[in-house]
C-alpha cells in the first residue's frame, strides 16, 4: 500500500495533571524562570505544510538554544541519508534543503561523512554508508523522547536522569520480523496513565491514534510512549528509535 502524505491535525490535547509538574524544564530539570515553548518534535523533522497545533512544552531559553544546532545537523543528515545526497534540491526535508543551501560548513561535514563499506559477507560487494556523529543524534533522539514522554504522561518524573538505552537505526537495517515486533511492541506494564494525563485522554478518546502510536504528520513522524517508560518513534519510514527509561522494559533493545 502506498504511503499517504495526508497531514493529520494534531489537536494540542489540554491536560489536567499537577500544576506543580509545570514549573521545571523536562531537559535540564530545573526550576523555568523564562520559559519557551518547544516544539516537540521540532518543525525541522517534518514537512510543510506543518501540522496545525505540534505538540509543544515548556522548556528554559537555554536548553531550547542549545538542542538548535544538534537537531539542525540531525535533520540534515536523516534527510542526506535517505536522498543519498546533499545537494538542496533532492532533500526530503525542506529544512535540510535549506540548510545545504545556507550553510557550507555543515554540507561539507556531512558530504565526508559518506564512504564506501565493502561488505562480502552480505553478498553486496560494495555499498555507500553514511557515519553520524553519534553524540549529537543521540542527544537528539533522547531530547525527543524526554518531550513526548513528558507530553504525553505529564509527569516529569517518568523521564528524568540518564535512560538506561537509547539507540537508533534504519529500518533496513531490520529483518521483518525486526520490524514486526518494534511496532507491535506493548508495554510489559499494566498501569494506568495518571488520571487527566495526554496519554489518558488519548486512551479514551483514540486522538491522532494508529493503532497506539501517535501520528504527527503520516509519513513523516509519528511515536508511541508506554509507561515504564518507553518511547519510540519512527521518522519518515525510515529511521526508528528507541529511549529506555526502565531497565526492565530495556530486553529488546539488546537483541538489536
Ligand atoms: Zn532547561
Not at 526550576?31 to 516544539?39: E, R
Not at 540518564?162 to 539507540?167: E, K, N
Amino acid at each position: 500500500m502506498p504511503i499517504h502524505y495526508r497531514y493529520y491535525l494534531v489537536k494540542q490535547i489540554r491536560e489536567f495533571t499537577d500544576e506543580r509538574l509545570r514549573g521545571y524544564c523536562v531537559y535540564c530539570e530545573q526550576g523555568v524562570s523564562d520559559p519557551t515553548n518547544d516544539h516537540v518534535p521540532s518543525k525541522s523533522l517534518l514537512k510543510k505544510p506543518y501540522p496545525p497545533d505540534l505538540p509543544t512544552i515548556k522548556a528554559c531559553r537555554g536548553c531550547n538554544e542549545q538542542f538548535a544546532l544538534d537537531e539542525e545537523y540531525f535533520a540534515a543528515f536523516l534527510s542526506a541519508v535517505i536522498s543519498g545526497s546533499t545537494k538542496p534540491d533532492d532533500q526530503v526535508l525542506p529544512s535540510a534543503a535549506n540548510s545545504f543551501k545556507t550553510n557550507e560548513g555543515l554540507r561539507d561535514r556531512i558530504d565526508q561523512s559518506r564512504y564506501i563499506q565493502t561488505c562480502l559477507d552480505l553478498g553486496i560487494e560494495e555499498r555507500m554508508v553514511w557515519a553520524p556523529e553519534f553524540e549529537r543524534i543521540q542527544r537528539v533522539i533522547i531530547k525527543n523522547a524526554r518531550g513526548h514522554g513528558y507530553y504525553e504522561l505529564g509527569d516529569i518524573n517518568e523521564v528524568v536522569g540518564c535512560p538506561v538505552s537509547a539507540w537508533a537505526t534504519m529500518q533496513e537495517n531490520f529483518d521483518q520480523e525486526q520490524v514486526d515486533r518494534f511496532f507491535r511492541m506493548e508495554s510489559g506494564l499494566v498501569g494506568w496513565p495518571e488520571v487527566g494525563s495526554r496519554a489518558m485522554i488519548r486512551a479514551i478518546e483514540g486522538h491522532d491514534l494508529q493503532n497506539g502510536w501517535i501520528v504527527v504528520q503520516e509519513g513523516v513522524y509519528r511515536y508511541k510512549v508506554d509507561q515504564g517508560t518507553r518511547v519510540r518513534s519512527i521518522l519518515l519510514e525510515h529511521l526508528i528509535t528507541e529511549v529506555v527509561w526502565d531497565e526492565d522494559q530495556s530486553d529488546w533493545s539488546g537483541t538489536v
